[in-house]
């Protein structure tokens, strides 16, 4: 949470091709980053997911898989352990849930985003990331309803352009960047 009433959380989702995206994102963040980061890939529910191990390999960020009512703090980014949604409340304790599959995976970019929207408001950033399908769409739009802001990887460095593709469709994005661009456009946001 942000004591300087500037942006709280960021959330990125992501699915085919994510984990090189994410990596390159968090690669480029420094250790005293201001904000928590929650991420989604759309993963396979039947295994165990690792990304947080080898996602803490590439980065200065502390990186845990999320656990079910513990508090995000700045600097630390957040995993969405497979075949769960992640979700924030607006005291900023992260919820785990295994409730219906959205747009047939679980977890789901649109339902963070949209706890995202509902707990931070004007205070939230969401990332759409490569990835195919249309999941987070639905999100964006709650989150520039809330008066947060949109980045979108763009087609020419996504490996799949479903997901961003889809998040521009709606009309509800402030930048679409080269993946090599987005920790910079989020350094300078928080």
């Known amino acids: 949470m942000s004591p300087s009433g500037g ?13 090189h995206a994410l990596e390159e994102i968090l690669s480029g ?3 005293d980053f201001g904000a928590p980061i929650l991420v989604v890939q759309h993963i396979s529910r039947s295994r ?22 513990e508090r995000i703090v700045p600097g630390c ?17 992260l ?8 747009h047939f995976v679980r977890p789901s970019a649109d339902l963070l985003f949209q706890s995202v929207a509902e707990s931070f408001g004007s205070r939230a950033i ?9 999941d987070g769409a639905t999100g964006v739009r709650a989150i520039k309803r809330s008066g947060g802001v ?13 997901m ?3 998040a521009i469709d709606t009309g509800d994005v402030d930048f679409i960047l080269p993946l090599d661009q987005i920790a910079a456009a989020l350094t300078r946001l928080i």
């Not at 980014?77 to 304790?93: D, F, K, R």
């Open 126 to 134: 969401a990332v759409v990331a490569t990835g195919t399908g249309f």
């Open 7 to 19: 942006f709280g959380v960021v959330a990125i989702a992501t699915s085919v091709g994510g984990l």
């Open 95 to 102: 919820e785990l849930t295994s409730t219906d599959l959205v």
């Open 164 to 166: 961003p593709g889809a």
């Open 48 to 69: 165990e997911s690792i990304m947080a191990k080898i996602l803490a390999r590439k980065t200065f960020l502390r990186v845990k898989q999320a656990e079910h009512g």
């Open 77 to 93: 980014v957040y995993t969405a352990p497979s075949n769960h949604h992640l979700l924030v409340q607006p005291e900023g304790a």
């Open 29 to 31: 963040l420094e250790p």
């Open 150 to 162: 949109v980045i979108v990887q763009d087609e020419l460095s996504s490996e799949f352009f479903g």
